[in-house]
């Protein structure tokens, strides 16, 4: 079958998730979208094959990332497993801001909770200046972020820990983090990708959703923060007072919560207040 006749095909075929139809396409066969338009060609047998294996698993709720191990993120290539959350649009919010933030500055920065490694990756491939440090709390997760570093060309260290029982080794100036934040109870009421296919360890926040900014901000921050180091959490939208208020409480300063391009409350940034004038 011929490309451009194989793409309306397969958009039927995926149903609600006719939007992939392209990407499916170009995965299997090799061809970019621009060659479906500029260098139609034939689809062989076994591309054929190939296709419909995706759109079966597709159809049955497996994420497409999984199936094809792969995703993008802020313009980079990211490999996926189950192991490993999908990274979502919504983080790229959280990455410009601390892109922005830092420019070329020479900073340490730990990201914890990197999953595949799309926060501290991206990072230190637009920060070139920056140290970065990726946390998890399992071996198995490092090593999809390890092959992510390799990817994507940087030189980034690993430390596996459970933020939650310790407290990383190390002082850094900026701790960035998209922890786990679904309440408990939400988790499984989630559409069916997110709670069948993703791991349930990299979405439980606690009963309240905000167990590891609790642990981060009252116990992790002061111990290995430097003076006047910085948090950037990706919040859920509905935290931006819960998360700004525990920050108050734990005398940091220069509270900010910033929106996505939905308008919804997606980061908050904050200063650990230090020296000796700042009480007075
Ligand atoms: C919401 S996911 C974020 C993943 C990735 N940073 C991203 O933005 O796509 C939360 C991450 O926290 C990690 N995590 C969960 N519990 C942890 C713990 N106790 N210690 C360290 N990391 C933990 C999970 O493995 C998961 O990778």
Redesign the pocket.
Known sequence: MVVSRLRSEVRKQLKENGHEADWIISHATGMSQSDFVMNPREVTDDEMQKINEIITRRNSGEPLQYILGYTEFMGMTFKVNED?????QD?ETLVETVVTGLGSKKVRVL??????G??GISIAKLCPNAEVVL????DA?LSVAKENAELNGVNVEFIR?????EIPKGEYDIIVS????IETDVIFSLDNIVSSYE?V???DGGFDGLM?YRRIIEEVAKEILKEDGEVAF?IGYTQGDDVSEMLREEDFSNIKVLRDPCGNDRVVTARLRSGIFHSI
């Open positions: 490993t959350l999908i990274p979502r983080t990201d914890i909770g990197t999953g595949s799309c926060i946390l998890d709390y399992s997760i820990c459970d933020i939650l029982e998209n922890p786990p934040y791991p360890e990299a979405l590891f990706e």
